[in-house]
């Protein structure tokens, strides 16, 4: 069964940093891209990053691009977010997905629809 568990969640002050981590099991994921999405309450999922399977392809929100960073250990089959500069508008909670369509895509994509696993999530909130 695979499973995706995210943690590292929690209430960080405005301007505060967090790294949030993405541990995969039952199935290896090295050759796929992974990311992350968010959902704030009574908002829509939405994009946040994403990173190819080898590291070298980045992809990032407008919103967030700067001050977050994501980066992935494949040996522990593990994704990370570093949130940096956290504001009040990044609480939300934060979700690892998987893009298993592809095996080695150089590209990462920032629709919800290709995403095919989900983590449970983990709670951030930034109070100002």
């Known amino acids: 069964q695979v499973q995706l568990v995210e943690s590292g969640g929690g209430l960080v002050q405005a301007g505060g940093s967090l790294r949030l981590s993405c541990a995969a099991s039952?199935?290896?994921?090295?050759?796929?891209?992974m990311g992350w999405f968010r959902q704030a309450p009574g908002k829509e999922r939405e994009f946040v990053a994403a990173?190819?399977?080898?590291?070298?392809?980045?992809r990032y929100a407008d919103s967030v691009k700067g001050r977050f960073t994501i980066s992935r250990d494949n040996a522990k089959n593990t994704v990370y977010l570093q949130m940096n500069s956290l504001k009040p508008e990044d609480t939300a909670v934060y979700y690892c997905?998987?893009?298993?369509?592809?095996?080695?895509?150089?590209?990462?994509?920032?629709?919800?629809?290709?995403?095919?696993?989900w983590g449970q999530g983990t709670q951030v909130t930034v109070s100002s």
């Open positions: 990173i190819e399977w080898s590291g070298r392809t980045t």
């Open positions: 039952g199935r290896t994921f090295s050759s796929y891209v």
């Open positions: 997905v998987v893009d298993s369509r592809y095996r080695y895509s150089a590209s990462a994509s920032s629709y919800y629809s290709d995403y095919d696993y």
